[in-house]
DNA sequence: AAGTTGGCCAACCGCCTGCGT
DNA sequence: TACGCAGGCGGTTGGCCAACT
């Protein structure tokens, strides 16, 4: 037996949010806090899946973001984060507080990567000709120290308010 | 003005991990 | 220890819109 959805899919709402279900979403989570996700579409009647629920909030509805134009300054810690770690977006995003790890994730297909493969076929080279840190040495560095900033041998996060990442 | 193309981005999908039992 | 479930993550898709022909 496979396993089953994370939701029932009949009856599930799906597509763009409308501002009625994000002030219902924002309104509960405002009440109780995030988390216990599966309990959100039961509460508040939307016809959501939970995941949908959590996404909508940590992309969009959570205090704090920052949308828009990237700043020279992100770019360039985007740059040099990608090609540390690959492409662990939740991992980067930890260091951009005010940026979703979707932000970021479409920021650099759309953005980054054109550029820096233009810049690259131009004789330029980028910090991503850097090996990013490989799943094994991920792990590796992660059984020799306890703090979540010393995994990445760059600069102290200001502000962690994510998870860690997975594989820690 | 109408049709086509390409970029952007919100949202979905499926897999993985951690936790509780 | 094994299993089931919820949450988290990265890859991908699809719709919208502006630019172009």
């Known amino acids: 037996m496979g ?7 009949v009856g599930v709402k799906k597509g763009p949010w409308t501002p009625e279900e994000d002030i219902l979403l924002v ?8 988390g216990n996700w599966r309990a959100v579409p039961t509460n508040t009647g939307l016809l959501r899946c939970s995941k949908s629920c959590r996404l909508r909030w940590t992309n969009y509805l959570r205090p704090g973001i920052r949308r828009g134009n990237f700043t020279d300054h ?3 810690l985007i740059i040099h984060l990608q090609a540390l770690l690959g492409n662990r977006w939740a991992a980067i995003a930890s260091y951009l507080p005010e940026r979703t790890d979707n932000d970021i994730k479409n920021y650099w297909n759309t953005h ?9 076929a131009n004789g330029v080279s980028s ?10 040495q991920w792990e590796r560095s992660s059984k020799l120290t306890s703090t ?14 994510r998870t860690v990442p997975r594989r820690s």
């Open 127 to 136: 910090s991503s000709s850097h090996q990013p840190i490989s799943k094994g």
């Open 74 to 76: 992100e770019e360039k």
């Open 3 to 9: 396993r089953p959805p994370c939701c029932d899919k």
């Open 27 to 34: 309104s509960y989570i405002q009440d109780h806090g995030p």
């Open 112 to 120: 980054l990567h054109k550029k820096l493969k233009k810049l690259e």
């Open 148 to 161: 979540w900033q010393s995994k990445l041998y760059v600069m102290p996060c200001p502000s962690i308010s």
